[in-house]
């Protein structure tokens, strides 16, 4: 995930002509050439009419393919666009030297530690509360041991088993106490990733490759609500596996549609999906229910608790129920990511992908034994797998041991529950639905959230998500948001009534920017603006 959500200066308008009034549906040869006709008669592309949304998609590949001019028309447009976004955004840092070659002579040890330290400078600091996604700190001693533990093995390779015993023993014990943890048994196993979307790729990739062989299906499709993490439209992407995705009932409250769920199964799904909890807005999806559909239709179903699974497991240690169950008590449940650098306070680059027996996890692993270079078998998509990972995963699990997660969860809830409270006693915003546990999306039918989220940085420094569809902001509270209930809150209420006597900062910032993107009907274009975005952000 990328902070889009954060991106400043966007000016959409051009872009924006696609936007027009409705018309009835023709056939999509009559469509053509009224669109091709009138690119012909525009200087700036403009649809008087709007198509639906696969039509329009089909069209502008046409445009692409057949009309380069006006193709070439649109990009240099993004291209303007996404060079001032860029300027705004990273602006250049005076006193700090750049390398864009490899130094003739290398540095000294002091001169590269002020270059880092100087950049670092220029960064947010998590442990000041005020960031609400990427990073999740802990106390002083905490961090000190999980640094130390990665840095005894950071040299040292997982690519081998054989080569490292204390690697295999580590990696071994962190799925037995990740099992353990999510209510499996003897016979469930798993293995660790590098995160969350690695996790979520590899169970992709598990099930596909299952339905195949077992069932000889070639165009495999995988139920999941359309709050789903984009991980899982990466896999799609990456495997050739269509994601069919699931509505909600409505944009306020984001409940899963089941009835949709249960339509969207035919012969080719291979696999149910659910959220625990989804992290736009932090619901649970209902688990138990889905369950049942994969029970009636004989399918898998994979959890994705990358970042609900180190958190939601203790909460009724720390009295607060749930609203359901998530984890393998349920059994049909057949797989559940859950990532150890999020709520497991280890380093980045920690997530484990269990599974309910071998006879699934099998088709995680690759074997080769045709390669010159000896026989290779690899349990996930990297080869080399840098030891440090695994050790500060294994040092934070046993440092903190149960009783340490349930004091950071009792704690980081009871200072959810205090913001919770005072957003639903707001009059100007409200609460997403029903969060279960640490995330809190917050919208409003009469203000600008988005505008609202750009007033609480420049006024407060809060670094607040901003998502969409619908509009809304996002904050994920960690143990650095512990006690910031009464502060947050008295600058949300102050950014409310900054934001609703000046009115023109709807036009600026963030707010610009997606409502520059939402009027964009053609969704290839939004795309190829977002791909173009970071394409030269890491130019």
Not at 242 to 250: E, I, Q, S, T
Not at 282 to 310: E, M, N, S, T
Not at 400 to 415: N, P
Request: hydrophobic share 40%; aromatic share 10%.
């Amino acid at each position: 995930m990328i902070g889009v959500g954060n991106i400043k200066g966007v000016d959409l308008k051009t872009l924006n002509a696609f936007k027009g009034a409705p018309i009835h549906k023709g056939t999509i040869y009559i469509l053509s050439g009224i669109f091709i006709y009138q690119l012909f008669l525009k200087n700036i592309i403009t649809v008087s009419f709007n198509l639906p949304k696969i039509n329009k998609s089909f069209l502008f590949q046409i445009i692409k393919k057949y009309i380069p001019s006006r193709y070439q028309q649109i990009q240099q447009e993004i291209d303007k666009q996404v060079d001032e976004i860029i300027k705004e955004n990273f602006p250049d840092q005076p006193g700090i030297p750049s390398f864009n070659e490899i130094p003739l002579q290398g540095q000294s040890s002091d001169d590269i530690l002020k270059i880092l330290q100087d950049l670092s400078n220029n960064d947010i600091d998590p442990h000041q509360g005020k960031l609400f996604a990427y990073c999740y700190p802990t106390k002083k001693e905490h961090e000190e041991l999980v640094i130390k533990a990665n840095n005894m093995f950071i040299q040292l390779n997982a690519l081998n088993p054989m080569a490292f015993q204390s690697l295999r023993k580590m990696e071994c014990e962190v799925i037995r106490m990740s099992i353990s943890m999510l209510k499996g048994d003897e016979n469930t196993c798993g293995t660790m990733t590098t995160g969350g979307t690695e996790s979520i790729l590899l169970a992709i990739k598990s099930y596909r490759d299952r339905a195949k062989y077992l069932y000889n299906i070639t165009e495999p499709e995988v139920v999941l609500p359309i709050t789903a993490h984009p991980a899982f439209h990466k896999a799609g992407k990456y495997f050739s596996v269509k994601m069919v995705y699931v509505k909600v009932l409505d944009q306020y409250n984001c409940q899963l549609d089941l009835k949709d769920y249960k339509s969207k199964i035919n012969r080719n799904t291979i696999l149910l999906v659910g959220s625990a909890p989804q992290y736009p807005h932090g619901l649970l999806d209902p688990i138990q229910d889905i369950a049942r559909l994969a029970d009636k239709y004989k399918l898998p179903l994979h959890v994705d608790a990358c970042i609900g699974g180190f958190f939601l497991s203790w909460m009724e240690m720390a009295g607060y129920p749930l609203p359901g169950l998530f984890d393998f008590r349920i059994p049909q449940v057949t797989s559940i990511s859950a990532d150890i650098h999020k709520y497991g306070y280890a380093t980045k680059g920690s997530s484990v992908l269990l599974f309910k027996d071998q006879s699934i996890r099998k088709y995680q692993f690759l074997a080769y034994t045709e390669w010159p270079g000896g026989l290779f078998v690899s349990p996930s998509i990297l080869g080399t797998r840098s030891g440090g990972n695994i050790a500060a995963a294994w040092a934070s699990l046993v440092y903190l041991g149960q009783d340490g997660f349930k004091d950071y969860v009792g704690k980081i809830m009871k200072t959810s529950q205090a913001i919770q409270k005072a957003i639903r006693e707001n009059h100007y915003v409200r609460i997403i639905g029903n969060p279960v546990m640490s995330i809190i999306s917050l919208n409003s039918e009469i203000i600008n959230v988005h505008a609202l989220a750009d007033v609480m940085e420049s006024k407060f420094g809060w670094k607040l998500e901003r998502q969409d569809r619908p509009k809304s902001i996002h904050m994920t509270l960690t143990p650095a948001h512990i006690n910031i209930e009464s502060v947050f809150i008295q600058n949300l209420d102050s950014s409310i009534e900054h934001l609703l006597d000046n009115p023109d900062l709807n036009n600026k910032g963030s707010a610009a920017m997606y409502s520059g993107i939402n009027n964009i009907p053609i969704t290839d274009i939004a795309d190829e603006f977002l791909l173009e975005f970071l394409s030269k952000t890491y130019k």
